[in-house]
T-cell receptor, first 110, second 115 residues
Framework: DQQVKQNSPSLSVQEGRISILNCDYT??????FLWYKKYPAEGPTFLIS?????DKNEDGRFTVFLNKSAKHLSLHIVPSQPGDSAVYFC?????????FGQGTRLTINP | NAGVTQTPKFQVLKTGQSMTLQCAQD?????MSWYRQDPGMGLRLIHY???????DQGEVPNGYNVSRSTTEDFPLRLLSAAPSQTSVYFC??????????????FGQGTRLTVV
């Protein structure tokens, strides 16, 4: 049973436009949500997080939105840059045990 | 500042062989964990530790053992390798704040193939 789902395996966006990556979860006990970025042959690197008591967190070009009633999480990247091309994982946490989604491969086209 | 270091980066094992994947961190993090990444399944938690001498099972612990004798090191042992254990393994560490959450830092991964 997949508790955290990223239903889009891939996404292609033009450079300079907005990239929106989506994530759904089923367990209402999760209290912390994170996005990780992964390049090939490297480990995931932390990008941005949000506590379940908030609905938005912003860090530069990256904004994470949380809709608890819908159990939905999204990551907005504006403007998208070529270096943003990577696999993005959303993760949900309770007491630091992370549950990951399957990942979405984002490709930024020039 | 090395962060989280995993060795080896690549390994090929024969079915039935045993080996240990090494993980070390220099950030004085209490919490360490092991994940495996398989195509289409994201990362899944194998084992974790909240401090030296304390370990617990994650989502997919069968076939793996861990120990935590020091804060810095958290080795993962494959007792008798099986083809189903072919995967990319990631070690991670983070500060431990009890019920509060902090972001995890990951190593570069070990790509293991069992033939």
């Amino acid at each position: 049973d997949q508790q955290v789902k990223q239903n889009s395996p891939s996404l292609s966006v033009q450079e300079g436009r907005i990239s929106i990556l989506n994530c759904d979860y089923t367990n209402s006990m999760f209290d912390y949500f994170l996005w990780y970025k992964k390049y090939p042959a490297e480990g995931p690197t932390f990008l941005i997080s949000i506590s379940s008591i908030k609905d938005k967190n912003e860090d530069g070009r990256f904004t994470v939105f949380l809709n608890k009633s819908a159990k939905h999480l999204s990551l907005h990247i504006v403007p998208s840059q070529p270096g943003d091309s990577a696999v993005y994982f959303c993760a949900a946490s309770r007491a630091q045990k992370l549950v990951f989604g399957q990942g979405t491969r984002l490709t930024i086209n020039p | 500042n090395a962060g989280v270091t995993q060795t080896p980066k690549f390994q090929v094992l024969k079915t039935g062989q045993s080996m240990t994947l090494q993980c070390a961190q220099d950030m004085n993090h209490e919490y360490m964990s092991w994940y495996r990444q398989d195509p289409g399944m994201g990362l899944r938690l194998i084992h974790y530790s909240v401090g030296a001498g304390i370990t617990d099972q994650g989502e997919v612990p069968n076939g793996y053992n861990v120990s935590r004798s020091t804060t810095e090191d958290f080795p993962l042992r494959l007792l008798s390798a099986a083809p189903s254990q072919t995967s990319v393994y990631f070690c991670a560490s983070s500060l431990y704040r009890g019920p509060l959450n902090t972001e995890a830092f990951f190593g570069q991964g070990t790509r293991l193939t069992v033939v």
